[in-house]
C-alpha cells in the first residue's frame, strides 16, 4: 500500500475498503471463473505463437469449411486453425463452462434445505421427522464432503486424464471431419488432410495437443463431480420428501416472485442449461471432430439416461410435493373463504407454475433433448455426395 501514502486517511481507507471488497476473499465462484479465463487466455496466446490462431494466407493452405460449398473441389492445402474450427471453439467454450455450472449447482443445493425452511416446510414435521432429517442431511453432507477430499480429487484427476488422452487418441487416429468430406477423394485422405492442417496436431503443434488434454482433463473433472453430486442429491431429495420435507414454494408471502422458490429456480435453469451445453458438446465431437455413425446414439443414449437420472427424476420429485403443498393450500382457502372470494383466490394458486420453471418451455426443452440424439444416426444419410 506505498502507493496510497500521499492519498487522505479517509480517502486511503476507503480504497482499501474497496479493494477488499472487490478482490478478497475470492469466492469459489470468482477462483474458477478467474482460472477458466486464464486458461482461455493461456490457449489462445499458444495458438497465436504456434502461428495457428487464425487463417494463414502466406502457408497457401485453404479453410477446410470452406471446401463444403465448392462443387468437385480438388483436394489442396488444407488449414484448420482454432479460430476457423468452430467445432473446437465449442469444445472449449463447454470445457470452460463446465466448471461453472458445476459451482452454481453446488451454491444452489447449500440453499436447498434453508430455502424449504424458510417457507414453512419444517412447520408440519413432527419431533421424530425433525430428528430423521436431520440424520439424513448428516449423510448428505459427509457424501459431499467426501467427494471434495484430496486423495479422491486426485484419483478423479487421473482417471480423466486418462479418459482424455483416449479421446485425443481416436481423433488423432481417425482424423477430423471424415463425415464432411466433399472432396472425390477417398475419406481416409480427406481427413489426414484436415488433420495435417489441424491446430492442435500432435505432431505439428504439441504443446497444443498437451493444452487441450489438460482442458479436457479439467473439465471432465468437474463434470464427474457434478454427477456424482447430482446422484447424491437425488438420493437426498427422495429420502426427504419420504420423511415429508420436500419442496415447499411459501403460499402465505410471495417474497421473490416465485413463491420463495428463486433458489431452486436458479438451480434448475442451470441444471438444464449444463445438460444441453454437454449434449451439444457432445454431438459436436462426434459429429464433426470424429466420423458420425449409428453406434454413437447409444453413447448418446448413454449419456441421455445418466442426464434423466439426475435431472428429470429429481424435477418429478420435486413437482409431486411443491403440488401437494399447493393442493393443501387450495383445500384450506376452500374451506375458510367465503363463497364469494374463493374462485378467485384459487384460480389465483394455480396461475402459477408448480414449479418455478414453467412445465411447458420444460417440457419443449425435454422433448427436444429426448429427440437430439436421432441426429448422429441422421446425418451421414443426409450428407450422402451425389
Request: proline share 5%; glycine share 8%; net charge positive.
Amino acid at each position: 500500500m506505498r502507493r496510497l501514502r500521499g492519498v487522505p486517511p479517509s480517502r486511503r481507507n476507503a480504497v482499501r475498503r474497496l479493494i477488499r471488497l472487490l478482490y478478497w476473499p475470492l469466492t469459489a465462484k470468482a477462483k474458477i471463473r478467474l482460472l477458466g479465463l486464464a486458461g482461455a487466455v493461456t490457449l489462445l496466446i499458444l495458438a497465436g505463437v504456434g502461428g495457428v490462431l487464425g487463417a494463414r494466407p502466406e502457408a497457401g493452405r485453404r479453410w477446410a469449411l470452406s471446401y463444403l460449398f465448392t462443387d468437385h473441389a480438388e483436394l489442396g492445402g488444407v488449414s484448420l486453425s482454432l479460430l476457423q474450427d468452430p467445432a473446437g471453439l465449442v469444445v472449449l467454450v463447454v470445457v470452460f463452462v463446465t466448471p461453472v455450472f458445476c459451482c452454481q449447482q453446488v451454491l444452489a443445493i447449500g440453499d436447498f434445505v434453508q430455502m424449504n425452511v424458510r417457507n414453512g416446510g419444517a412447520e408440519k414435521l413432527s419431533d421424530g421427522q425433525v430428528s430423521q432429517h436431520n440424520r439424513l442431511v448428516r449423510r448428505t453432507n459427509k457424501w459431499l464432503a467426501a467427494l471434495g477430499r484430496r486423495d479422491l480429487s486426485a484419483a478423479i484427476v487421473v482417471a480423466m486424464a486418462t479418459a482424455t488422452f483416449f479421446l485425443y487418441g481416436l481423433v488423432n487416429t481417425h482424423g477430423l471431419m471424415e463425415t464432411w468430406n466433399p472432396t472425390e477423394l477417398p475419406d481416409p485422405v480427406w481427413r489426414s488432410a484436415v488433420y495435417d492442417g489441424w491446430w492442435a496436431n500432435r505432431h505439428t503443434h504439441p504443446e497444443l495437443a498437451v493444452a487441450l488434454c489438460a482442458a479436457g482433463t479439467y473439465a471432465f473433472y468437474f463434470l464427474t463431480k457434478q454427477l456424482v453430486m447430482g446422484v447424491v442429491f437425488t438420493i437426498y431429495l427422495y429420502r426427504s420428501e419420504a420423511i415429508g420435507f420436500g419442496v415447499t414454494p411459501n403460499m402465505k408471502f410471495d417474497s421473490d416472485g416465485f413463491r420463495g422458490l428463486r433458489p431452486l429456480r436458479q438451480f434448475m435453469l442451470w441444471t438444464y442449461g449444463s445438460a444441453v451445453a454437454h449434449l451439444i458438446g457432445l454431438l459436436v465431437l462426434f459429429m464433426v471432430w470424429l466420423s458420425a455413425a449409428s453406434w454413437m446414439v447409444f453413447v448418446v443414449l448413454v449419456v441421455m439416461v445418466v442426464d434423466i437420472l439426475v435431472i428429470v427424476y429429481p424435477s418429478s420429485i420435486g413437482y409431486h410435493s411443491a403440488l401437494v403443498v399447493k393442493q393443501d393450500h387450495v383445500k384450506m382457502l376452500y374451506q375458510t373463504l367465503p363463497e364469494g372470494a374463493r374462485e378467485s383466490a384459487i384460480t389465483q394458486v394455480w396461475s402459477v407454475p408448480v414449479l418455478p420453471v414453467t412445465t411447458r418451455k420444460a417440457m419443449t426443452g425435454i422433448t427436444l433433448y429426448l429427440l437430439v440424439p436421432a441426429v448422429p444416426a441422421l446425418i451421414p444419410v443426409l450428407f450422402q455426395r451425389f
